[in-house]
């Protein structure tokens, strides 16, 4: 293993490697040996200060300034707050100004510094700890309050969800007993309405089968034949509304015979050619016979137009 790569080795010339040198060059910081000193100090681009090995970092390494490089800046001016050199004070630039040793003022900041740094490690730095460690349990416990709620939540939404189920299914319920009550009444006006059709049809029949035949007849057995159609109503009130049919007619019907009954008899001129009778009043009716000739009769058989 290379002994200069090595974590045992020791310090070596940083010029020629020989160990242990004797010698260190505080502004350079070069370790150096007897045999490469007088070398090193030839360097004249730079300032040397060659102290003993074990005495290296006692010698200030000032800084450079930056208008007379490569002069060190052994002061400080406190009104520029800038490190200056022996050629800036003699310049009108820092004239008036108060200055001080650059390490006095490097001193006065070091304390400055060393003070903030034991505020923040003994006051600000335990307080945010504090602070910090507070929001860490406020957030725990802020978590465990939203699933309280969060479970508080759920529960009354399942409340919430079976009543509302329980008054849809009631609703639903109700609309199926309204239906079928007024499906109930439909079916009854329906069965109603069938049974007054098919009468009405009977009676479309016999009087065609009257007026075919060559028979005498009156107005009243033409009422008889007729017979009546009862008036149809019928009211539903149910869940705020009501519904009413209209009725058959502007005043009921006589129900129908079940054989014709002779009220009055009425001679006419037609014998047995009578095609047609039509009424034209209780007192009064036509007659037409196959010569297609009406005339006006009332019932006590007076011809009364021709």
């Not at 242990?20 to 004249?44: I, K, R, S, Y």
């Not at 609309?175 to 059709?197: C, G, P, S, W, Y």
């Not at 009130?237 to 007619?249: L, R």
């Not at 016979?289 to 006006?296: A, D, E, I, R, V």
Request: hydrophobic share 30%.
């Amino acid at each position: 293993m290379d002994p200069r790569h090595s974590a045992q080795d020791v310090v070596r010339c940083d010029v020629c490697d020989t160990p242990v040198p004797p010698l260190h060059c505080d502004f350079c910081q070069t370790n150096l040996c007897t045999a490469c000193v007088g070398e090193h100090m030839l360097d004249l681009s730079k300032k040397h200060q060659v102290v003993p090995f074990q005495d290296r970092g006692s010698t200030p390494n000032y800084p450079i300034c930056t208008k007379h490089s490569p002069k060190q800046c052994e002061l400080h001016c406190e009104q520029c707050d800038i490190p200056i050199c022996v050629h800036c004070v003699s310049s009108e630039s820092h004239k008036n100004h108060k200055l001080v040793d650059i390490y006095t003022n490097y001193e006065k900041k070091r304390e400055n510094l060393q003070k903030d740094l034991q505020e923040l490690v003994k006051s600000l730095s335990p307080k945010y700890q504090e602070i910090a460690n507070k929001i860490t349990v406020q957030k725990a416990d802020l978590s465990k309050n939203s699933e309280k709620l969060t479970t508080a939540i759920d529960k009354h939404g399942e409340v919430w969800h079976r009543e509302i189920d329980i008054i849809i299914q009631k609703l639903k319920s109700d609309l199926d007993e309204m239906d079928a009550k007024h499906l109930a009444v439909f079916n009854k006006q329906e069965d109603e309405i069938t049974r007054t059709i098919s009468e009405i049809t009977q009676s479309i029949a016999d009087l065609k089968k009257l007026l075919d035949s060559n028979d005498k007849i009156n107005p009243e057995q033409l009422y008889q034949q007729f017979g009546s159609l009862s008036a149809f109503s019928i009211t539903t009130e149910e869940h705020g509304y009501t519904m009413e049919t209209s009725e058959a007619g502007s005043s009921p019907l006589k129900p129908l015979l079940d054989e014709p009954r002779i009220i009055s008899t009425i001679q006419t001129q037609y014998h047995y050619s009578l095609s047609s009778v039509t009424c034209h009043s209780d007192e009064e009716i036509w007659t037409r016979g196959n010569n297609k000739m009406m005339s006006l009769y009332n019932l006590q058989g007076k011809l009364v137009k021709q």
